[in-house]
């Protein structure tokens, strides 16, 4: 069982920037692949990026590339989302999930792969 708790959110301009972080605890945190999605009003959650077990391997979906950034502390047992040049459609409430594997260097783009979840944090840029 894996703990994970967000952070960070907030209301925010268009063009600021707001730094998500996700803290986990309960196991070894660098099993786990790690990934950010994001899922606004009526709207289905989508994938916002994600990180390999070392931090080595990082995707991020076409929507954010260039503005976001996830990087992870595994002596910290934290993943961080670096959100920059913020648009008013970013807002969305922010899921950390996590996701065991024994492959280092994978990054897992699907929700259904994925085993734990937290509780989400909120992100509002206003025009």
């Known amino acids: 069982q894996v703990q994970l708790v967000e952070s960070g959110g907030g209301l925010v301009q268009a063009g600021g920037s707001l730094r998500l972080s996700c803290a986990a605890s309960?196991?070894?945190?660098?099993?786990?692949?790690m990934g950010w999605f994001r899922q606004a009003p009526g709207k289905e959650r989508e994938f916002v990026a994600g990180i390999s077990r070392s931090g080595g391997i990082t995707i991020s979906a076409d929507s954010v590339k260039g503005r976001f950034t996830i990087s992870r502390d595994n002596a910290k047992n934290t993943v961080f989302l670096q959100m920059n040049s913020l648009k008013p459609e970013d807002t969305a409430v922010y899921y950390c999930?996590?996701?065991?594997?024994?492959?280092?260097?994978?990054?897992?783009?699907?929700?259904?792969?994925?085993?734990?979840w937290g509780q989400g944090t909120q992100a509002t840029v206003s025009s």
């Open positions: 309960g196991r070894t945190f660098s099993n786990y692949a």
């Open positions: 999930a996590a996701k065991i594997t024994y492959w280092s260097g994978n990054v897992y783009q699907n929700s259904n792969e994925y085993d734990y």
